[in-house]
């Protein structure tokens, strides 16, 4: 019977990913405002990679100085640009996540107090708060549908996204953890 309950979960997790990525697109990726802003996007980004390796190649100071200030001012555009394309996908994402909440408010009427599966290992100290909600006793190798639920959801919609392809575009983003660099002076 749990591993039924599991696969229901699994397909109630795709199907709801599916949907919420059918709505997406029907909202926003088949628009002509975010084709016009993805394609700016990859144009500024190809430029600024372009400006990046033509810079490490440069010796002279002053075409170094005009090459950050262009580095500069496409950065700034590349910002605003992704900027206005998160914007362009704020009304998909209010209608994703009400519907998300009511599934999810849904599945947890059904498999309140159920123990879907039994886990294998107990989980750390901040993951046996979801592993184990709605679900009374004290063995945390029970499971409750949230954390099933958490764990399909994340990975079937990152791949769905990928098949479909409407992930996110991957950016170059700086290391956090790198240290700063030093401002050279003139």
């Known amino acids: 019977m749990a591993a039924l309950e599991v696969l229901f979960i699994l397909f109630v997790s795709i199907a709801s990913s599916l949907a919420s990525e059918g709505v997406s697109w029907l909202l926003v990726y088949r628009t002509e405002n975010y084709k ?94 979801i592993s184990h909600r709605t679900i009374a006793g004290d063995d945390y190798t029970d499971c409750s549908m949230t954390f099933i639920y958490a764990i399909c959801s994340m990975f079937i919609r990152n791949n769905i996204q990928l098949i479909l392809g409407t992930a996110p575009p991957k950016t170059k983003q700086a290391n956090p953890w790198a240290l700063p660099e030093e401002k050279k002076t003139r």
């Open 36 to 129: 016009r802003g993805k394609a700016n996007i990859d144009r500024l980004q190809i430029q600024l990679d372009k400006l990046v390796d033509q810079e490490s190649e440069t010796s002279s100071l002053s075409k170094k100085g005009n090459k950050d200030k262009k580095i500069e001012k496409i950065e700034e555009q590349l910002k605003i640009a992704n900027k206005e394309l998160s914007f362009s996908k704020m009304k998909s994402m209010f209608a994703v996540a009400i519907s998300m909440i009511a599934l999810f408010s849904y599945l947890n009427r059904i498999f309140d107090g159920v123990v879907v599966c039994k886990l294998p290992f107990v989980p750390i100290g901040f993951l046996q708060g």
